[in-house]
């Protein structure tokens, strides 16, 4: 029954990646071609205003060992701009940046949008994973110019953006959320009120495919973020996917629900439930930030929010999204 449980794990989010690509095909930005590019290491060069005209060029998709930089391993730096101009306000957007080896950390405008792999000094690679980022509305500039960054870290062999069709790409996927939460969360091991520091952690993938192997126990996940102005606050609906295994999901410091079944690994069936709890609307701040935090118990094997979606919508398009 565990290695059954584990292999419906590994395969629903084998198809659940397929899902994204599938759906992600409309691209309204197009990534490929030149690109700024500099070998070494600065946080820095993460912000949209840092200057890097003296830097190199460089083709994107493509193996950097291929365009000037042979035998070079280590960290090195990708930027380029688009206009936000052609991109439209209320739609899931992804940016795909198809193939990285090894590790990356991509920033749009200064913000950490997403990350594979691990950097040193706990290297993991991540080079056989395609990237898709969620591209988080807020961080756009819809006027004008915007900036993305990638920090890459490459090990051994072939390095950088290696294959793919770099773009950002409008999603059908997630059509039924209202205001898509998918992405970049806080995470820390442990309850709530537990003094340990906060990590970032994407969501929705489990967490032992992000750093914490064969950790079972207590985890508390946090999202602060605003809604939009234009979004009605009676009638709303959290989704939160399919969480491995019981949760507990707060909105604003008040608990909106819960899912336990109290049975033991191997019987429990709470990991295969769709999490979604109204949210009364009182609890909503309009026009301030909102905090998010869901406390998850695993009780073995995979652990975390580990399939969505995962955002805000109505009841209405909830039950037709069941449909």
């Not at 690994?265 to 998010?292: F, H, K, Q, V």
């Amino acid at each position: 029954m565990f290695n059954e449980k584990k292999l419906k794990y590994l395969f629903t989010f084998f198809i659940s990646i397929i899902c994204i690509s599938t759906y992600a095909q409309e691209r309204l930005v197009n990534l490929e071609g030149k690109w700024k590019f500099s070998i070494g290491d600065n946080h820095d060069w993460s912000t949209a205003g840092f200057n890097d005209s003296k830097w190199e060029s460089i083709n994107v998709p493509g193996i950097w060992e291929d365009q000037g930089f042979h035998g070079y391993d280590g960290f090195a730096w990708y930027r380029t701009t688009f206009n936000g101009q052609s991109l439209p306000r209320n739609q899931t957007l992804y940016l795909d940046l198809g193939y990285i080896d090894d590790a990356d950390q991509v920033y749009v405008n200064g913000k950490m949008i997403g990350f594979s792999g691990f950097m040193p000094p706990k290297f993991k690679t991540a080079y056989s994973a395609k990237r898709l980022y969620h591209l988080p509305v807020e961080y756009i500039n819809f006027n004008g110019q915007n900036t993305i960054a990638i920090r890459v870290f490459d090990v051994v062999n072939e390095g950088g953006i290696v294959s793919g069709r770099p773009g950002i790409y409008r999603s059908e996927a997630n059509a039924a959320l209202l205001f898509d939460l998918q992405g970049l969360w806080q995470f820390k091991i442990g309850r709530i009120n537990d003094s340990r520091s906060w990590n970032e952690i994407m969501v929705p993938i489990p967490w032992e495919a992000q750093g914490y192997d064969r950790y079972d126990g207590w985890a508390t996940y946090k999202k602060t973020f605003r809604l939009p102005d234009n979004i009605d606050r009676n009638e709303l609906v959290l989704i939160m996917g399919k969480v491995d295994d019981f949760d507990k999901t707060y909105f604003n410091g008040a608990l909106i629900g819960a899912t336990r079944d109290n049975l033991r690994l191997g019987r429990s069936r709470s990991y295969n439930e769709l999490r979604a709890y109204d949210i009364p609307p009182e609890l909503i701040r309009r026009g301030e930030d909102n905090t998010i935090i869901i406390e998850v118990e695993d009780i073995g094997l995979t652990g975390g929010i580990w399939q969505g979606p995962v955002g805000i919508t109505t009841k209405t398009r909830y039950y037709r999204y069941l449909r």
